[in-house]
């Protein structure tokens, strides 16, 4: 019980910092560490994780919007096309033979941790406010398109891919980029979770429950810091949160 106990925390510890601090899917973090150390099968490690994203993006999005960092309007053009991309890509998978590339968003959260620290995103608020509506929407269509496509065929990576889109092909300013990625994550992680559990069946209760607290907690100690902190302090943050994240993962998914 106590060693359940304490997986919980320690998963969904790094996956409330993850989401807080950079929009990271909480199941990059909680579904290996419950399959590895407690043996859940992967199904349902997956849907708990999904589970404790929901309100972890949700209070993280509630955060971010509080604090002017949330751009509501692409972020729901951009939702539509992941969900819909999501759903072409999970059919394309279904029909293609494809190895499962799990560790694609692995090497992707150290990397894009790297990057952060490396080339912190320095746009500013009235830089990212020049684009026209017309080229926002059109690149949040096709940037959603292909986020969505990825994660229903490779089943992993989407918060990430959606922070590196945001902040490097439309410009975002990084706090207003993790902001928004948290927002369209609620609903995507509450598509997912609902499905999982509606083809699956009912999950552990007890890591459940545990997962969503102790993520939602840590989610939101997260999101409140990401919101008070310099944009170079968050950059090293994310920086820092991610390529630590990364490696922890990958160590995870050595001992499986």
């Known amino acids: 019980m106590l060693f359940k106990i304490l997986i919980c925390f320690l998963a969904g510890a790094g996956a409330g910092l993850g989401t807080g601090f950079a929009g990271m899917s909480a199941a990059a973090v909680i579904s290996p560490m419950l399959i590895t150390f407690l043996g859940l099968p992967a199904y349902e490690a997956v849907g708990i994780a999904l589970a404790s994203d929901v309100l972890a993006s949700a209070v993280s999005a509630y955060t971010y919007g509080k604090n002017k960092n949330l751009d509501i309007r692409n972020g729901l053009v951009m939702m539509a096309a992941v969900l819909a991309f999501t759903l072409v890509g999970s059919w394309t998978a279904s029909v293609v033979p494809n190895r499962t590339m799990g560790s694609f968003s692995v090497f992707m959260t150290m990397l894009l941790g790297i990057r952060f620290l490396v080339k912190p ?18 690149q949040s269509l096709i940037c959603g398109s292909g986020v969505g496509f990825i994660c ?10 959606m922070l590196l889109l945001l902040t490097s092909v439309l410009g975002y300013e990084l706090k207003t980029a993790v902001g928004t990625s948290v927002f369209i994550m609620t609903f995507t992680a509450l598509t997912g979770a609902l499905s ?13 429950a545990l997962c969503v607290a102790f993520t939602l907690l840590w989610a939101r100690i997260a999101a409140l810091l990401a919101n008070r902190a ?4 968050l950059n090293r943050a994310v920086g820092a949160v991610l390529t630590v994240l990364g490696a922890v993962i990958l160590g995870v998914n050595l001992l499986k």
């Open 152 to 161: 229903g065929f490779v089943g992993a990576g989407g918060g990430m891919m």
């Open 196 to 208: 999982h559990f509606a083809l699956g069946g009912a999950p552990d209760v007890l890591c459940l």
């Open 121 to 138: 995103v320095m746009t500013t608020r009235e830089a990212m406010t020049g684009v026209s509506r017309k080229k926002r929407v059109i």
């Open 230 to 233: 310099s944009p170079k302090t």
